[in-house]
T-cell receptor, first 115, second 110 residues
Framework: GAVVSQHPSRVICKSGTSVKIECRSLDFQATTMFWYRQFPKKSLMLMATSNEGSKATYEQGVEKDKFLINHASLTLSTLTVTSAHPEDSSFYIC???????????FGEGSWLTVV | SQQGEEDPQALSIQEGENATMNCSYKTSINNLQWYRQNSGRGLVHLILIRSNEREKHSGRLRVTLDTSKKSSSLLITASRAADTASYFCATDGGTYKYIFGTGTRLKVLA
């Protein structure tokens, strides 16, 4: 079964509103999680590294004020797309690093449509 | 960009044929992973190969890794229509910040 869960799997929101996507590690603690974005028929681009208890580290070109990341607990990281616009419509996916086993697990992703 | 390159970008084959996809990357790695993504769906982990391994098998999948050339290949034998999907390689670049390749869109015709 899934060890990393994302919610919601699909969401539609209106332009100008904010939407939050959750990434949970189900049976392990994850001090580090990662957020990716995928445009249609394209590859996955790393957006940021989410660190529990500290600020996220954003990749070059990713607006940190636009994509707010909060990693408030060892099992939960959230990505909030603020003041969403249609061009933010995309597939967002997270991954979580499990120390035991030295393994990365990916969530199943969240489809965001901004109308 | 540190993104890896995959080729071909698209591949169309008949059911029963073998499909080979290649991935090239730019930095030293600890391991390389292959994922499948069906249209509109999330990622499915296929196989992980470590930097000290040269070949790995899992069912109909065979993965090779050549760290001197910074390249890997994924072979799917006796392909099925259900194998139709996009396939991505992902490398860790020495950290757990995985970078994905550009992907290969495989279409298996029944």
């Amino acid at each position: 079964g899934a060890v990393v869960s994302q919610h919601p799997s699909r969401v539609i929101c209106k332009s100008g509103t904010s939407v939050k996507i959750e990434c949970r590690s189900l049976d392990f603690q994850a001090t580090t999680m990662f957020w990716y974005r995928q445009f249609p028929k394209k590859s996955l681009m790393l957006m940021a590294t989410s660190n529990e208890g500290s600020k996220a580290t954003y990749e070059q070109g990713v607006e940190k004020d636009k994509f707010l990341i909060n990693h408030a607990s060892l099992t939960l990281s959230t990505l909030t797309v603020t003041s969403a616009h249609p061009e933010d419509s995309s597939f967002y996916i997270c991954s979580a690093y499990r120390t035991a086993g030295n393994t990365i697990y990916f969530g199943e992703g969240s489809w965001l449509t901004v109308v | 960009s540190q993104q890896g390159e995959e080729d071909p970008q698209a591949l169309s084959i008949q059911e029963g044929e073998n499909a080979t996809m290649n991935c090239s990357y730019k930095t030293s790695i600890n391991n390389l992973q292959w994922y499948r993504q069906n249209s509109g769906r999330g990622l499915v982990h296929l196989i992980l190969i470590r930097s000290n391994e040269r070949e790995k098998h899992s069912g109909r999948l065979r993965v090779t890794l050549d760290t001197s050339k910074k390249s890997s290949s994924l072979l799917i034998t006796a392909s099925r229509a259900a194998d139709t999907a996009s396939y991505f390689c992902a490398t860790d670049g020495g950290t757990y910040k995985y970078i994905f390749g550009t992907g290969t869109r495989l279409k298996v015709l029944a």
